[in-house]
């Protein structure tokens, strides 16, 4: 039990305090990771004992993965054995990740095949002041499409009260929402938010690819990259002025730097409010003054 309470340590030290002992099993299993919405299971892990433990943990959500081993191998023998239980661990979750994902696509297909056009009068549409776009509706519920290529893998639900889901298990890296159509030697911008993007849109007439995170930023952009390399990428960034470290600024930057591209922000005058942060609050801010 010392190997499962200190393998318990090594996750309460990334995710915080857990009510729970993880089961040494070799199977995965998933948690739910504190700070995250109610009822998600986005973190999982591995966790086998042996001459030596080992475990690999990670979130769905954050994306990335740690391992931990509860002592050194003494020698090459003991170094091998622990290499290839990690990397059956890496294979389990890579295996059960693409499980996961392959459900939600398939749901999303069936939620979209099912779902209608969207009502101009939608709360969200409205308190954002944009057109609907390629949007369709489930119920009171904005369905975003999320595609990577030309798949159809994941949706963004969107509640009338501006809400924000993703399908579980369904993927968004590198995935993105397209409004409007990519032409070679023609803006292509990069942006967060749908809404961000059903403005830079109707404002600059170009095509806009939402990454929906702003880690997601560059992941997009590299597979726009790769697949329409005539067209002029733009990262347009969120402003996150209030929010420390400002991770839309941050990571557009990245980006952007990464990608050998522009990159855009909301161009504050100085007179509006520091709660605003991305192109729709600030055409929203206009419209209002």
Known sequence: MDSVNLFRDAL??????????????????????????PGTRNGWYV???????????????????????SRKPVNYLETQLLAQRIEQAQRQREADQHRRQQVAAEYANRLWRN???V??????????????????????????????GDR?????????NGAKRFLRGGMVKGC?????????????????GWATGATLHAETGAAVACAMTAHNLLEVGQRLQRHHPAAVLIVAGDDDRMTEGNPGRTYAIKAAAI??????????SGAE??????????????ADQ
């Open 12 to 37: 309460q030290t990334v995710y915080g305090p857990l009510d729970w002992l993880p089961i040494p099993d070799g199977v995965i299993h998933r948690f739910h990771v504190p700070g995250d919405n």
């Open 119 to 148: 009502d101009p009068e939608h709360p969200y549409l409205v308190a954002k002041g944009v057109r609907s776009y390629a949007l369709r509706q489930a119920g009171d519920v904005l369905l975003v499409p999320l595609t990577r």
């Open 115 to 117: 779902a209608r056009s």
């Open 259 to 268: 990608l050998g591209c522009r990159m855009v922000f909301p161009p504050w």
């Open 47 to 69: 966790l086998l004992l042996d001459d030596i433990a080992c475990g690999v943990f990670g979130s769905w959500k954050a994306g990335g993965s740690q391992t931990w081993r």
């Open 176 to 192: 993105c929402s397209l409004i409007g159509t990519i032409q070679p030697d023609q803006s292509l911008y990069i942006c967060e």
């Open 273 to 286: 409010p520091l709660t605003l942060t991305d192109f729709n609050d600030l055409a929203n801010w206009r």
């Open 152 to 160: 159809l893998v994941n949706l963004q639900h969107i509640y009338p």
